[in-house]
């Protein structure tokens, strides 16, 4: 057994990543949405 793709296939290994950064990724792009939200009202008023 060798490396990160011990005991998995390199397919099961892929949907892992892609799922691990879905699951961080969406709360990231919602709170960058939010944060340019915010600071392009403080330039419009």
């Not at 793709?5 to 792009?29: C, D, F, N, Q």
Request: avoid cysteine.
């Amino acid at each position: 057994m060798t490396g990160a793709t011990a005991g998995h296939s390199a397919k099961t290994y892929r949907a892992e990543v892609a799922i691990t950064w879905l699951i961080v990724g969406i709360p990231l792009v919602y709170g960058v949405y939010n944060a340019v939200k915010a600071a392009l009202q403080l330039f419009t008023h």
